[in-house]
């Protein structure tokens, strides 16, 4: 089976940069995804790592460590409308339709 | 980019009667569909896949007959909540693949409240 923890709930100030953590254990591997998902409405794809290190687009970089078992989501100059919640998600190596969610990080960006 | 439209965003149904949740890709084919449902403060757990023109592959712990799931074209995947109870009561999510490596998308969620 797969166990993806996250912290439940962050808090950060408008304009700073906040690291939300991921860690898994995982019979098998291939590829972790992060989405966010604001309340009520459907997660939408933030990034993708299969391989170690780190990949920025924009204000959002995630950083990848296999052996780790280890991932966070970097968001820079937060803006009020980051505050969403945020999934961790590992993808399955022998079904690669199959993911295995965590039960997100709700951000909370304060001015 | 590729959307994915879901139908209805909301609906309250009575104990016992049947819903009916639509999941359209409205800009690619997907031969594959994803149903999933989140409990409040849980996390997305899949329930199963929808293949077109063949059976779902259902989720250990999911009741294939209470979930009833057709596929019918490359475009239109369904999710019919039969006898539905209050426990049935979450917020249903469909996905779909949309040809790249990480490019699964997901509809808007449906609300399902049973009283």
């Known amino acids: 089976g797969q166990n993806i923890d996250q912290p439940t709930e962050m808090t950060a100030t408008e304009g700073a940069i906040v690291q939300i953590n991921c860690t898994y254990q995982?019979?098998?591997?291939?590829?972790l995804f992060w989405y966010q998902q604001h309340a009520g409405e459907a997660p939408t794809f933030l990034s993708y790592?299969?391989?170690?290190g780190l990949e920025e687009k924009g204000r959002f970089s995630s950083f990848l460590s296999r052996s780790k078992g280890y991932s966070y989501l970097l968001l820079k100059e937060l803006q009020m409308k980051d505050s969403a919640s945020y999934l961790c998600?590992?993808?399955?190596?022998?079904?690669?339709?199959?993911?295995?969610f965590g039960s997100g990080t709700k951000l909370n960006v304060k001015p | 980019g590729a959307v994915v439209s879901q139908h209805p965003s909301r609906v309250i149904c009575k104990s016992g009667t049947s819903v009916k949740i639509e999941c359209r890709s409205l800009d690619f084919q997907a031969t594959t569909m994803f149903w999933y449902r989140q409990f409040p403060k849980q996390s997305l757990m899949l329930m199963a896949t929808?293949?077109?023109?063949?059976?779902?592959?259902?989720e250990q712990g999911v009741e294939k007959d209470k979930f009833l799931i057709n596929h019918a074209s490359l475009t239109l995947s369904t999710l019919t909540v039969t006898s539905a109870h209050p426990e049935d009561s979450s917020f249903y999510i469909c996905?779909?693949?949309?040809?790249?490596?990480?490019?699964?998308?997901f509809g808007s969620g449906t609300r399902l409240t049973v009283v």
């Open positions: 996905s779909a693949r949309e040809g790249t490596d990480y490019g699964y998308t």
């Open positions: 998600a590992v993808r399955e190596i022998y079904n690669f339709n199959k993911f295995y």
């Open positions: 790592n299969v391989l170690d």
């Open positions: 995982t019979s098998g591997f291939n590829g």
């Open positions: 929808s293949n077109e023109g063949s059976k779902a592959t259902y």
